[in-house]
C-alpha cells in the first residue's frame, strides 16, 4: 500500500500521437518532451523552482540521450532537477509512477515531474564492436524494427507471442476483430464535440515546431494515423502470419509522442490541482512475468498483484484502461477477470491511437483519471504488457476531499 503521494488532478498533459513517419518524426523526442513540458506547466501556472525531482521515461534512444533527465530538465530551464531515466519497454510509463510514487512517499520528494517520450520514426541504426569477430567485423541493429521482430531470450517476434495466446484460449479472428470495432466506437467519444473528452489533457489543436522547436511547420486536431474500421473492411483483412488469427486489424500501430504528470504530496497536491475538489491516490502498483512467448497474458497476474497491493478485489474496480497492442489482450484479461469487455478502455487505448512506447502506458493511466472524473470518482485499474513476457499494473481512486 501507498501512501501520502498523489497526482494533482489536472496535472498531467499529452500530445497527441502521430502515426511513425508521420507529423512528429522530425523532433528529437526529449526536445519535444522539454518543450511540450515547459508549455504545459506554465499553462497551469506550475513553477519550475517547485520541482525537486524528476524521472524520465524512454526505450527508443535518440542523439545524446545518454543526458537523460537533467538535460531535459535543462531544456525546460529546471537547472537543479536530477532523476533517473527509465526504460522497462511497454510499461516505462507505469515505472515511471511507481519510482515517482516511491520517491514522495519516501520523504524524498514532494513534488516529482514525469516525462514520457518516444520517438518509433527513424529509429537508430546501431552497431556494436567487435574485435574478435571475423575480420573484426561488428554486430548491428536496427533498434525499433529488429526489437519489434526478435525477443533473444524467447526467441519470436511480438506478433507471435499474440498468435500463441489466441490459439492457448482459442480466440478467433472474427472475435478480435469485433474488439477492435468496440474500441473504435469508444474513441469516437473521446473525439465527440470537437475533442472535448481529449482536450481536458490535450492542448489541441497541437501546433507542430519544426526540429529547431521556433517556428509552427504543422497543425494537428488530434491523433494522427488512426484508421478507420468497419466489419466488411476487417473482414477482408487475412493474417499476418501463415495459419495464424492476427491480421493488422487487430494489433496497434507504431507511432510517436510525449505525456508528463506530476505526483507529489497530498499538501502540494491541492496546490497544483486545476479542481481541489478532486483527489487524485494512488493505491496500488503489480508486476507480472508470464510464461515464455505468452505476452498478452501477463497483464492478468500483473493486475490482481496490483489489486492484493490496494488490498481490493476486481469487485471494487469501476475502470478498467489497458495497454493493448493486440485486441486479444483485452479479450484474456475479461475472460481471466470477468471484467466486462465491452465496458473496458472507454473514451480510447492504444490498440487505436498508436503505441510510442515509453509515453503509451502513462497516457492510459490519464485518460484513466479523466473518465473517472467524468463519472464523478471511483477506483480505477491500468494494465498493459510490455516486452520479455512481462506485464504492469496500477490501482488509483479519484475521489473528493
Known sequence: MFRGAEIPYG???STPFARWQGSLSHLHSLKIAAHAAKSELAQREISLAEINHGILGMTVPQQQSFYGL??????????????????QACATGARTLAAATHEVSAGLSD???ILTAD????????YYPAPSGPGGTGDHEDVVMDNFNHDPHARNAMIDTAENVAAKYQISTEEQHDVVLRRHDQYQDALANDHAFQKRFM???FEVPDNRLRKTIAILSGDEGVAAANAEGLAKLRPVKAGGSITFGGQTHPADGTVGLLVTTEDSAQQYASDTSIRVRLLGFGQSRTEKGYMPQAPVEAAQRAL?????????IDTVKSHNPFAVNDIVFSRET????EAMNNYGCSLIWGHPQGPTGLRTIVELIEELAVK???????QGCAAGDSAMAVVLEVGGR
Not at 376 to 382: A, D, E, H, I, M
Request: proline letters at 7%; a negative charge.
Open 308 to 316: 492484493d497491493d490496494a488490498g481490493l478485489n476486481m469487485a471494487a
Open 70 to 87: 537533467p538535460w531535459v530538465t535543462g531544456m525546460m530551464g529546471a537547472e537543479d532537477v536530477a532523476g533517473p531515466t527509465i526504460n
Open 11 to 13: 496535472a498531467y498533459w
Open 376 to 382: 464523478g470518482g471511483g477506483r480505477g485499474l491500468f
Open 119 to 126: 520517438r518509433t520514426s527513424n529509429g537508430p541504426h546501431v
Open 338 to 341: 470477468g471484467f466486462a469487455l
Open 111 to 113: 513534488t516529482t515531474l
Open 203 to 205: 492542448t489541441l489543436p
